[in-house]
């Protein structure tokens, strides 16, 4: 049980364009998920937050107009990276938490995106 | 300001040996502590989870202590195997937080045969 998917796994793209990225809870329902971005040898930095129904709250540094979060159902969270630049090239992480309390919830992770822009 | 420090960055060791990855954190005001590990170009599997109660937990090859008055935790892997090669990564639930982990930077493990 709680599995998360992340769709694509790998996708290269040109400058300019837009790539969306989906996140799904596969067999649980999800009221938040969250997003992560990972640098070579670098910790995991936290992009956003987004509970179902309510807009994401992102950390400080992220442009939310660059980085589009849905949360449009209990079991699915897109995260779409508009006009894409070299410097978004990276390894996309989404998790997903089941409730709404810090001290039980654990995370469970998708696999993984990895996006290169060229 | 949290940080949570990972010492080595990189270890590497002849299978069969016991070994321990260290993580340290600098407000001792958490909720839990996890261990992860990630195999190159994957997701993360979440190993071992610390409640900030507790002083440890085992499965199987692994044992995870924390001392939270002192900001640190092990990861002690028994028996060392090729397949335990990957990076591994804690984090920390900050106290307050709204689901927040920060996380260290990771230890690439490499098991040699």
Not at chain 1, 14 to 27: A, M
Not at chain 1, 57 to 64: D, F, L, P, R, S
């Amino acid at each position: 049980g709680a599995v998360v998917s992340q769709h694509p796994s790998r996708v290269i793209c040109k400058s300019g364009t837009s790539v969306k990225i989906e996140c799904r809870s596969l067999d649980f329902q999800a009221t938040t998920m969250f997003w992560y971005r990972q640098f070579p040898k670098k910790s995991l930095m936290l992009m956003a937050t987004s509970n179902e129904g309510s807009k994401a709250t992102y950390e400080q540094g992220v442009e939310k107009d660059k980085f589009l979060i849905n949360h449009a159902s209990l079991t699915l969270s897109t995260l779409t990276v508009t006009s894409a630049h070299p410097e978004d090239s990276s390894f996309y992480i989404c998790s997903a938490g089941t409730g709404r309390g810090p001290s039980t919830d654990t995370q469970y992770f998708g696999p993984g995106t990895r996006l290169t822009v060229l | 300001k949290q940080e949570v420090t990972q010492i080595p960055a990189a270890l590497s060791v002849p299978e069969g040996e016991n070994l321990v990855l260290n993580c340290s954190f600098t407000d001792s005001a958490i909720y839990n502590l996890q261990w992860f590990r990630q195999d190159p170009g994957k997701g993360l599997t979440s190993l071992l989870l610390i409640q900030s109660s507790q002083r440890e937990q085992t499965s199987g090859r692994l044992n995870a202590s924390l001392d939270k008055s002192s900001g640190r935790s092990t990861l002690y892997i028994a028996a060392s195997q090729p397949g335990d090669s990957a990076t591994y990564l804690c984090a920390v639930r900050p106290e307050g937080s709204n689901y927040q982990l920060i996380w260290g930077a990771g230890t690439k493990l490499i098991i040699k045969p």
